[in-house]
């Protein structure tokens, strides 16, 4: 069992930087691989980022390639979501997510538990 609280959103400019973090409880967040997930008004909810439970495998949408970077330092029981270079089609509400199931899926579906989702948006 775990709980999850998204921080670090925000307004920024076109070309700005942000970093997301997920703050997770409990004592096996080692066992979890996390992710990232996007939802934009109107749209469906989308994949971002995702990492293993060691953090040595990662696995990125190719809209954000290059641009964002995930994290985690299971001794903080924290994940991070590094921003760079943001656009505004990258405004959405942004949430993590953690599984027990696979090594890093893309798929929302495989995935249990849910932060609340922290506000990102990107003006031009």
């Known amino acids: 069992q775990v709980q999850l609280v998204e921080s670090g959103g925000g307004l920024v400019q076109a070309g700005a930087s942000l970093r997301l973090s997920c703050a997770a409880s409990?004592?096996?967040?080692?066992?979890?691989?996390m992710a990232w997930f996007r939802q934009a008004p109107g749209k469906e909810r989308e994949f971002v980022a995702a990492?293993?439970?060691?953090?040595?495998?990662?696995n990125y949408a190719d809209s954000i390639k290059g641009r964002f970077a995930i994290s985690r330092d299971n001794a903080k029981n924290t994940v991070y979501l590094q921003m760079n270079s943001l656009k505004p089609e990258d405004t959405a509400v942004y949430y993590c997510?953690?599984?027990?199931?696979?090594?890093?899926?893309?798929?929302?579906?495989?995935?249990?538990?849910w932060g609340q989702g922290t506000q990102v948006t990107v003006s031009s």
């Open positions: 990492i293993s439970r060691s953090g040595d495998d990662t």
């Open positions: 409990g004592r096996t967040f080692s066992s979890y691989a």
């Open positions: 997510a953690a599984t027990t199931v696979g090594i890093n899926p893309i798929a929302s579906y495989k995935y249990r538990y």
